[in-house]
């Protein structure tokens, strides 16, 4: 049925060129006297002429394919291409006409005919054209009143996009930008207003609804900037990708399926972390490669980004058979049979299962990421906390150096730093098993701290866009509380730097730039959503958690900060642990395992993490004081060793 349609067009603007063609020689014969052998010559005469110049023009038109252009959305290219088709048939009918049909048709006669018809031609499609476009911006009249931030090719891409399109639903009210030279002036017919810092006055009394950041080679810091302008008003704010992932998404040519929602990374304001990718490759390269974990949010995105610098083998060790299974047909999708891949569903905790695993497969380098790490399930359970997060760590490092692994990287976080729950707690024990094994064993060990991940599992910002999503109440659990955030592609890459440059015992600590207030970030989402805080989706407190603490630290008070050949990486040197002080501290711990309850496996940890105290009593000194000031003056330290 479609293809009847498009040929039955095709059809008809051949048959209306060649009915322009006709009118036009009809009209200049009649207007046009001249004399052959003292003969007039009427449009009868020059009729084999005509059906000549018909032929050849079909024949030019063919082999520039005119008749294939959508002449709705027709621009300057489509238009040459149509002249230019013209020109080519005009000398082709010029050359045949002269040996076949003689040179009966005057030269000046024939160049105005050709010439006002294609004339004529260009004329047809470009009121078509203007017809479609009007007809559309007509059915767009009722559309969603809409700006575009930023005046540049992107913004007006946009604009055509959505012009052209009478179901898009939106109807572009008005351009703002920065540029002087663009302000005052109409572009397509839309106003450009500016400057964008005058937002706020440059929308009122618009009914402008909608927003969309059209600027994607923006920096950072800029666009944090103008999202929090944004924030400030009743908008629904969108934005489109920067230019690296918009060539990425080869597979849909069109902007406006790009826009996509804000991300809380774009309100962060912070340069992604830089990857020395020949480091890493010459790290990875041709080595076994084992990533325990490996289909968690890290893990898995660590298996991602390990197979793009080609190790020998990967292989993925996790007790949770389905994201082990999900991350194994995703890389088997994407590689195929250049991936050397192996699963195995096996647990952390099980210390003759993981010594099989490296004695099978013998990798060369291990990534540690397998832990329990939700911080109030933790509370609750202890004892499982402790089992696989400290015993399972200890396993897997003794089985690294039975087996002469070249470098262990553990996974840590930003809790373990003065922890206040038994998850940071275990975590900060995990550290201090890996800095024991300093001096003693041929292998590397080295542990990553960062904060928060966004979008990991049970993140908070995925619960809060979800919860935005059915219309709220957003849930917080104190309005004082305050987080440093990375996303999940930052955290693997600095795992992997980390990793190619580190050395035994250390500690790599990532700079992540100014922490941030969840309260504030909740608010944020709900406005720049379109909807007013506490008014159309309330925001609640439902008090902190047990085990969680105001603010998160990424340092250890008063430890030496060295800088690393990565102006975003920091190393934390602290006091190691000695094997003997190992080994008892694991038997306090034994010991309350062994008396089971979550009392007496609370006082051990407190006795084997000097740093370890009671959540109430950090925040109580927090809240005295400006915990703030606090987080602010750990960055500042960070950002002076940098």
Not at 331 to 351: C, T
Not at 471 to 497: H, S
Not at 532 to 558: C, D, F, Q, S, V
Request: glycine share 6%.
């Amino acid at each position: 049925m479609h293809f009847r349609f498009r040929n039955s067009r095709k059809k008809l603007i051949i048959f209306l060129d060649m009915f322009i063609t006709a009118i036009v020689f009809l009209v200049l014969s009649y207007l046009v006297s001249f004399n052959n052998g003292g003969k007039e010559i009427g449009f009868v005469n020059i009729l084999p002429h005509l059906i000549l110049m018909f032929v050849c023009g079909r024949i030019s038109h063919y082999m520039f394919n005119t008749y294939k252009s959508i002449w709705r959305y027709a621009e300057c290219k489509e238009y040459m291409t149509l002249l230019l088709s013209g020109v080519m048939g005009y000398f082709m009918f010029l050359l045949i006409d002269d040996i076949v049909l003689g040179k009966q048709f005057p030269l000046l006669f024939s160049l105005a005919g050709y010439s006002t018809s294609i004339l004529c031609m260009l004329m047809m499609r470009f009121a078509y054209q203007i017809y479609r476009k009007r007809n559309t911006q007509r059915g767009a009249s009722s559309g969603l009143p809409l700006a575009i931030i930023g005046a540049g090719s992107a913004g007006v891409t946009l604009l055509d996009e959505i012009q052209a399109d009478p179901n898009s639903g939106y109807r572009v009210c008005l351009f703002i930008d920065d540029s002087y030279e663009k302000i005052g002036k109409r572009i397509h017919n839309i106003e450009v207003k500016g400057p964008i810092s005058d937002l706020p006055k440059l929308l009122a009394g618009t009914g402008v609804s909608e927003l969309i950041l059209a600027l994607p080679s923006i920096d950072h810091e800029k666009k944090k900037e103008i999202l929090e302008l944004c924030a400030t008003m009743k908008c629904h704010v969108r934005i489109l990708p920067d230019r690296l992932s918009l060539i990425q998404n080869d597979h849909d040519k069109s902007l406006s399926n790009s826009i996509r929602e804000i991300k809380v990374e774009d309100l962060l304001g912070r340069e992604p972390v830089s990857l020395n990718d020949k480091q890493v490759e010459q790290f990875i390269r041709g080595k076994v490669v084992m990533v325990t974990g490996g289909g968690g949010s890290i893990g898995s995105e660590l298996c991602r980004q390990i197979v793009g610098f080609h190790p020998s083998s990967l292989v993925i060790v996790d007790i949770y058979e389905n994201n082990a299974y999900d991350i194994e047909q995703e890389l088997r999708f994407l590689y195929g049979d250049k991936l050397n891949l192996s699963i195995e569903i096996a647990s952390v905790r099980d210390e003759e299962k993981v010594n099989q695993l490296f004695q099978k497969y013998r990798p060369n380098i291990v990534f540690h990421a397998a832990a329990h790490k939700h911080v109030p399930l933790m509370e609750n359970c202890p004892d499982e906390a402790i089992k696989n997060n400290i015993y399972g760590t200890y396993h897997v490092v003794l089985a690294a150096d039975r087996y002469h692994t070249e470098k262990f990287v553990l996974i840590s976080t930003d809790k373990a730093v003065n922890p206040t729950n038994i998850m940071g707690a275990t975590k900060r024990f995990c550290e201090m098993i890996v800095q024991s094994m300093n001096r003693i064993s041929k292998t590397e060990y080295v542990a990553v701290r960062f904060g928060n991940v966004l979008g990991s599992n049970g993140s908070v910002i995925p619960l809060f866009k979800r919860q935005i999503e059915k219309g709220g109440p957003l849930t917080i659990t104190d309005k004082r509380i305050i987080r440093f955030f990375m996303t999940i592609p930052e955290a693997a890459q600095l795992v992997l730097q980390a990793g190619s440059i580190a050395s035994s015992s250390e500690i790599f600590v990532l700079d992540m730039g100014q922490p941030v207030k969840i309260l504030d970030l909740a608010e944020k989402l709900i406005r720049l959503s379109g909807y007013e805080p506490y008014t159309e989706i309330p925001i609640i407190e439902t008090g902190l958690r047990p085990g969680e603490k105001l603010y998160e630290e990424l340092l250890m008070r008063g430890e030496e900060l060295i800088s690393t050949s990565n102006k975003k990486i920091f190393i934390e040197r602290q006091k190691e642990l000695s094997p003997v002080e190992l080994h008892d501290k694991l038997g306090v711990l034994q010991r309350a395992l062994e008396v089971g309850s979550i009392s007496a496996l609370k006082r051990a940890m407190k006795l084997v993490i000097p740093t370890y105290h009671d959540p109430e009593e950090v925040n109580r000194k927090s809240v005295s004081l400006d915990y703030q000031d606090v987080i602010l003056k750990e960055n500042i330290k960070i950002e002076n060793v940098g």
